[in-house]
């Protein structure tokens, strides 16, 4: 029986876009996010966040 398991980098594309309404909640949890992802990771995060209309100053 397998568990369903969600990387941290999913875990954070769920987490960000469930916080949409906020942008400071975005940016927290972004930059905390990061320190968990590996840089190929954290690139494709910040690309998702443009797709989706997110910004990071």
């Known amino acids: ?3 369903n398991t ?3 980098l999913e875990y954070c ?5 469930k916080l949409s ?3 400071e ?3 927290k949890e972004y930059r ?3 320190k968990y992802l590996s840089s190929n990771d954290q690139a494709e995060l ?3 966040l443009r797709i989706n209309g ?3 100053d």
Do not use: A, H, Y
């Not at 594309?13 to 876009?17: F, G, M, R, W, Y």
């Open 32 to 34: 905390k996010g990061l």
């Open 6 to 8: 969600m990387t941290m």
């Open 21 to 23: 309404f906020d942008q």
């Open 25 to 27: 909640l975005i940016e």
């Open 54 to 56: 997110m910004k990071i």
């Open 1 to 3: 029986m397998q568990k």
């Open 46 to 48: 910040k690309q998702w």
């Open 13 to 17: 594309k769920v987490l960000l876009s």
